[in-house]
């Protein structure tokens, strides 16, 4: 469809990375307003509310990806994620490092790329590190890591769920909805997580359909963080050799509107690390998302956000594996503190005479 819009000077991925641009801006004011994040809905002290925000924007996210599927804009039959042969191995191993990871950096990547424009400089070095070992993972010294695990494969009669997509749609849309608006969230935030959601189709829209080109095609994605930060990470490093993609320029844009919207609205604020510990516990987790996000195939917004409403088995999984490893994790991690905390009331011992 790009090529009868008549431009001379731009090509087709040219304008995909300014469609980034627009739509890491909006995710990244949305998400910041609402506090959008995947770990907070499962082990967050406001779980609840924070899932109703997930899910209201999971609902708009998969009626309309299914809804321009059945107008004929897009199509995923071949899409990574509708591979026959399912790595099982690696999605589900990523998934639970990944889920571990966010844990232990009090974040999910997406959310850490916002606060990176708010100020919080622990985030800020999460996300290089995060995206240094994804990077790693993908073409360097971790790749062997990835195609070993890559190599153990289940074949499926179906890559996505089985049955009318249209029917799938509807039901994920309403469980999730029907949650939401019992979450204890105001109308507005709501409002703006459908938002966050409708950016989702608006991606595999844009680059599937609205920005196809025949001679000069792109890939067709949506919101996703794992491969673009690894992107922006060897764009930022080598800008004079190779040229902007749609990851790189999303992953900019986010932080960009991150940092709009938290001057606006007074919450911009220097945050680091509190001691030594604190940080080797999120360059851990760091390390550990880099690796899971790139095996899972995605993180809780690329293999999540817009991986499930494709309906395809490989997200589901991934995000159900992720969340397995954030609970994990954090029961892990709970209990170690209260052992800490029980030795800590305990009367010392004398020291020998």
């Known amino acids: 469809m790009f090529e009868s819009f008549g431009f001379e000077t731009l090509t087709a991925p040219q304008a995909a990375v300014y469609f980034a641009l627009a739509l890491g801006l909006a995710f990244g004011v949305l998400a910041q307003i609402t506090r959008f994040c995947f770990r907070r809905s499962i082990v967050g002290d406001d779980r609840r509310q924070a899932a109703g925000v997930w899910l209201t924007a999971l609902a708009v996210a998969v009626l309309g990806t299914q809804g321009a599927v059945a107008m004929g804009w897009i199509g995923f039959a071949d899409h990574r994620f509708m591979a026959a042969d399912l790595p099982v191995l690696a999605i589900v191993a990523g998934g639970l490092l990944f889920g571990a990871g966010m844990v232990l950096t009090r974040g999910c ?9 708010s100020g919080n400089l622990r985030a800020a070095l999460v996300l290089v590190v995060f995206a240094v070992v994804a990077h790693a993972t993908l073409k360097g010294v971790l790749a062997p ?36 608006l019992r979450s204890g969230n105001r109308a507005g935030t709501l409002a703006l997580a459908a938002l966050i959601g409708a950016l989702v189709p608006l991606g595999w829209v844009g680059t599937g359909y609205i920005l196809l080109d ?96 494709t309906l395809s088995v490989a997200a589901i999984l991934a995000i159900a594996s992720i969340a397995a490893g954030g609970l994990v994790t954090n029961r892990l991690l709970s209990a170690t503190a209260s052992e800490r905390g029980a030795q800590a009331t305990r009367p010392a011992a004398l020291p020998a005479e």
């Open 109 to 117: 990547v997406s959310r850490l790329t916002v606060l990176t424009g």
């Open 145 to 180: 890591v990835r195609t070993t695990l890559g190599s153990v494969t289940w074949s499926l009669d179906s890559a996505a769920l089985p049955g009318a997509p249209l029917v799938w749609a509807g039901v994920i849309a309403l469980a999730a909805l029907a949650f939401a």
């Open 214 to 309: 025949e001679f000069d095609p792109i890939a067709m994605e949506s919101l996703s963080f794992t491969s673009a930060a690894a992107e922006a990470l060897f764009f930022t490093v080598a800008s004079t050799s190779i040229s902007a993609t749609f990851g790189a320029a999303l992953i900019g844009a986010v932080v960009v509107g991150s940092l709009i919207s938290s001057l606006l609205r007074g919450e911009f604020a220097w945050v680091s690390f509190g001691s030594p510990r604190e940080t080797g516990r999120y360059m851990s987790g760091a390390a550990l998302m880099g690796v899971g996000g790139v095996l899972a195939g995605g993180c809780t917004v690329g293999a999540g956000l817009s991986g499930i409403p």
